[in-house]
């Protein structure tokens, strides 16, 4: 089903959104009612309880289509994870629960103008206020930021100690104080939109306050950890789109009396596309179901996520390589994927950063 929509909702629109830079609000609201937004949310709450390996079968599909349509339907789970992760029953009935039953976006607020990978720089203040605190910040390149009913925001309630002075908060949209900045001009994935949030004097209750304080870090870093494994899956549909339209122009290009897949110096190349995406699917694969069985996957999904985003650019670069000219033209697809794919080796976590994650993870353990 998630093929089938990708295939015939997405993909002959997915060039026409990318150059006008437009948030396809009614595709979003199809895959709503085709329940592709809201898999992750158990069953309890309304939604189809899948699996993460299940989701991240679905993830790879939608960013064959189109990874930039991808990316802003996979936030609302990244952003209500948190929630799933460290909520109690009363805030998962409250923050999770209407996002399976009614077509909403929310977002995850953690990157500032200068805190990206390092966490602990985080600027945005959570102070105390009677039964409540009073949030004071600006998050940058938030996905749906314009678009999103619900925040969840990870700000300090003690600045002096770093990242152990985190917390985390869920933050509705119409509490005062609350604003989106201007919609970024990006390079690739246009179809999903990035944006400011911006936190001035705003409220919110204790009872809207994930975990204690201080445990801000933890639930984001838990949060990541299982939403890389779904970033790698964006990037394994991404590598296999590109390879398989090089593959195809491959065959039908003709060049020195032969179609060039039959110069080795080509079929080297789809030949090391086609086993590398294999790789990165089997590592995403394993990620997602160490984290279904309740297990640690923090090396794991960093295994995947820098294998699979590398994957992806070398693997778009190649298929522009194989078109040659023609690859660099907007007038075929595999300029786009190359745009597409550059993103994935930045968000969730740079390509170096999974490189300490994995070194810490290996050596230091």
Not at 18 to 29: A, G, M, Q, W
Not at 192 to 204: A, G, I, M, P
Request: with cysteine; net charge neutral.
């Amino acid at each position: 089903m998630a093929h089938k929509f990708a295939a015939n909702e997405i993909r002959p629109r997915a060039v026409e959104w990318d150059r006008d830079s437009v948030f396809p609000l009614e595709l979003f609201r199809k895959a709503f009612d085709l329940g592709l937004m809201t898999g992750f949310i158990p069953e309890i709450y309304g939604g189809q309880g899948l699996t993460m390996l299940d989701t991240c079968i679905l993830e790879e599909e939608i960013s064959w289509g189109c990874s930039g349509v991808a990316t802003s339907m996979n936030a609302n789970g990244l952003a209500l994870g948190p929630i799933l992760l460290a909520g109690t029953g009363e805030q998962k009935r409250v923050f999770v629960q209407p996002f399976a039953t009614e077509f909403r976006f929310a977002s995850f607020c953690l990157t500032e103008p200068g805190a990206g990978s390092d966490a602990g720089g985080i600027a945005t203040t959570a102070r105390r206020d009677g039964d409540g605190y009073v949030l004071n910040g600006r998050k940058c390149f938030i996905t749906n930021g314009v678009h999103a009913s619900q925040y969840t925001v990870f700000a300090s309630t003690d600045r002096s100690r770093g990242h152990k002075g985190l917390s985390a908060f869920v933050v509705p949209r119409e509490t005062p104080g609350v604003s989106s900045g201007k919609k970024e001009d990006k390079m690739g994935q246009r179809a999903s939109e990035t944006s400011d949030v911006l936190f001035e004097e705003v409220r919110v209750p204790e009872a809207n306050r994930l975990g204690a304080e201080g445990e801000g870090f933890k639930i984001a870093m838990r949060t990541i950890d299982y939403a890389r494994a779904g970033v790698a899956a964006m990037a394994v549909g991404v590598a296999r789109a590109a390879y398989e339209h090089a593959a195809e122009y491959g065959r039908q290009r003709v060049q020195f009396g032969q179609p060039i897949a039959m110069n080795q110096a080509i079929y080297f190349l789809l030949a090391d596309m086609a086993t590398d995406i294999e790789a990165a699917r089997l590592l995403t694969w394993k990620a997602a179901w160490l984290a279904d069985q309740g297990k640690r996957n923090t090396k794991e999904s960093s295994f995947a996520k820098a294998f699979a985003a590398d994957l992806a650019m070398r693997a778009a670069t190649d298929a522009v390589q194989i078109f040659g000219g023609y690859g660099y033209m907007k007038d075929y697809p595999v300029e786009k994927l190359m745009r597409d794919a550059k993103l994935l080796q930045i968000f969730e976590g740079t390509s170096q950063i999974q490189r300490m994650v994995i070194a810490k993870e290996t050596l230091l353990r």
